[in-house]
């Protein structure tokens, strides 16, 4: 049976994807075989010996260290695309909301409790409503930065709101291509993009290569007076260069998922308790995902959707499963294949992936591994870990 450790609150929909007389899951679990989380943060000295993976139920794994698990042989799971349209949702109203006196109307309507006259208080708003006037979306450009599962989608919504969408994103995937609109103009450079769009939406991860990214250069480079939408990271904005920017009116709005203390009471700043993901279905359908992510794996040796490990999938016919996980080296596999053939163990199938430093290999054999055998698979220099599934 395998021991499933949940951290923080996993939606039931995910959870009753383990089968009871194979898994035993709950919030304090001794020897665990893998982990669930949310955004509770992992350290390294979390990660026990036990441990065969770790998924995450959702986009980012900024929580979970994630060189260490490469270090351990442990991939990390999590679900690229399963909150997708709940950020996209959020988005689209933080977009409107930028654009138009919606909040600082609410909040005036808010502060004429004392009025009893209905008419009284008619005549005032009819009086007082041209200070929340704001602009229509449609036929103004919007720049998405990020074209991956929820850059798609919010270019897809912005030109059903009668935009017209430019998009850059210098790590576009053919998957990802494929789901944009043919509508959406592609930039050949972030500076195209920024020169003609009246907003500008960011959808990236937080990588060495993305922080600070929108810093006083890029600010400078903006059309003047354009609103920036920060729906993915806090680190990829500098705040100290979106200060200036809004203090200058080189930039028109902020808006974002994200509070830092020095934008809070701004009326330019538009300011959300991070929730791009908080919605149930959000919740059910990241969970469901990496949950069959971490069944395929744990029993099957599959992985899909691992930030760190290669994608490989071998489908099971017959006889027993070898998944072994090894420095990306030269010759690792001839070793490996030397070994089985020494102890006259026949291969019915396999399939072996790399991705940066770490290589998977998946090993259908004839005959069930005995401990020996993978005692002498552990020992081959530059093995990281040997499962028999």
């Not at 850059?151 to 998009?167: F, H, P, R, Y």
Request: aromatic share 4%; net charge negative; hydrophobic share 40%.
């Amino acid at each position: 049976m395998y021991k499933i450790l949940t951290l923080n609150q996993i939606s039931i929909k995910g959870l009753e994807r383990f089968s009871r007389e194979n898994y035993e899951l709950a919030s304090e679990i001794g020897h665990p075989d893998a982990i669930m989380v949310r955004s509770q943060k992992i350290k390294e000295d979390d990660l026990g010996d036990s441990i065969q993976a770790i998924a995450r139920a959702g986009a980012g794994v900024n929580n979970v260290p994630v060189l260490a698990c490469t270090a351990k042989g442990i991939p990390v799971f999590n679900a690229p695309g399963a909150n997708a349209n709940a950020v996209k949702e959020l988005v689209a109203t933080a977009l409107i909301l930028s654009s138009r006196g919606i909040v600082q109307g609410i909040q005036y309507v808010n502060t004429l409790g004392h009025i009893d006259d209905s008419k009284e208080m008619h005549q005032l708003l009819e009086k007082e409503k041209k200070q929340f006037k704001g602009s229509e979306v449609a036929g103004k450009t919007l720049g998405v930065i990020g074209l991956g599962a929820i850059g798609s989608k919010v270019a897809t919504m912005a030109l059903q709101l009668g935009m017209d969408v430019v998009g850059y994103d210098p790590a576009l995937s053919v998957d990802a291509a494929w789901r944009l609109p043919s509508e959406v103009k592609k930039m050949e450079n972030l500076q195209s993009l920024l020169g003609r769009s009246d907003y500008i939406t960011l959808h990236l991860p937080a990588i060495d290569a993305t922080r600070n990214l929108i810093n006083h250069e890029v600010i400078s480079s903006f059309k003047k007076g354009a609103h920036l939408l920060n729906f993915a990271r806090s680190e990829i904005v500098d705040t100290n260069a979106i200060l200036e920017g809004l203090d200058s009116g080189q930039l028109g709005g902020y808006a974002a998922d994200f509070p830092e203390p020095v934008l809070i009471g701004r009326n330019d700043v538009l300011l959300m308790p991070h929730i791009g993901a908080s919605t149930a279905e959000a919740e059910e359908n990241c969970a469901i995902m990496v949950a069959n992510q971490l069944i395929d794996f744990l029993e099957n040796g599959n992985i899909t959707n691992s930030v760190n490990f290669p994608q490989i999938s071998l489908e099971r016919t017959e006889g027993y499963r070898i998944a072994l996980a090894n420095s990306n080296k030269p010759k690792m596999l001839n070793q490996i294949l030397s070994i089985l053939a020494e102890d006259n163990i026949n291969v019915i199938d396999m399939l072996n992936k790399s991705r940066n430093d770490v290589a998977y290999t998946l090993l259908d054999v004839d005959v069930k591994p005995e401990r020996g055998l993978i005692a002498k698979l552990e020992n081959i220099d530059g093995v990281i870990n040997v499962r028999s599934i």
